[in-house]
Nanobody
Framework: QVQLVESGGGLVQAGGSLRRSCAASASRASIDSMGWYRQGLGNPGELVATITSGGIINYADSVKGRFTISRDNAKNTMYLQMDSLKPEDTAVYYC??????????WGQGTQVTVSS
């Protein structure tokens, strides 16, 4: 059973920055891709950013140029650097992992609140 442990997040003023991390218990070879998903109150969920095992990165249009996803393969940890945060970025952010066997795993989720 893969476990994802998230850290980071919290409260920040608009224009500020936060960094989130997600440590996976899975072996590097079993990971197909990882990503960040957010769910805002009253809003549909949004896949914020993804990174494949081959290093291919994609971002939602809403965060391009402001968020940066990265991975430390040696630590099996994924990061999300969030800069120039806006109130509309307020949401619960979840780490997501797709395994090479086709299974999907989720982190516990953490609230990110951006005050105006």
């Amino acid at each position: 059973q893969v476990q994802l442990v998230e850290s980071g997040g919290g409260l920040v003023q608009a224009g500020g920055s936060l960094r989130r991390s997600c440590a996976a218990s899975a072996s590097r070879a079993s990971i197909d891709s990882m990503g960040w998903y957010r769910q805002g109150l009253g809003n549909p969920g949004e896949l914020v950013a993804t990174i494949t095992s081959g290093g291919i990165i994609n971002y939602a249009d809403s965060v391009k140029g402001r968020f940066t996803i990265s991975r430390d393969n040696a630590k099996n940890t994924m990061y999300l650097q969030m800069d120039s945060l806006k109130p509309e970025d307020t949401a619960v952010y979840y780490c997501r992992l797709f395994s090479t066997s086709g299974n999907r795993y989720w982190g516990q989720g953490t609230q990110v609140t951006v005050s105006s």
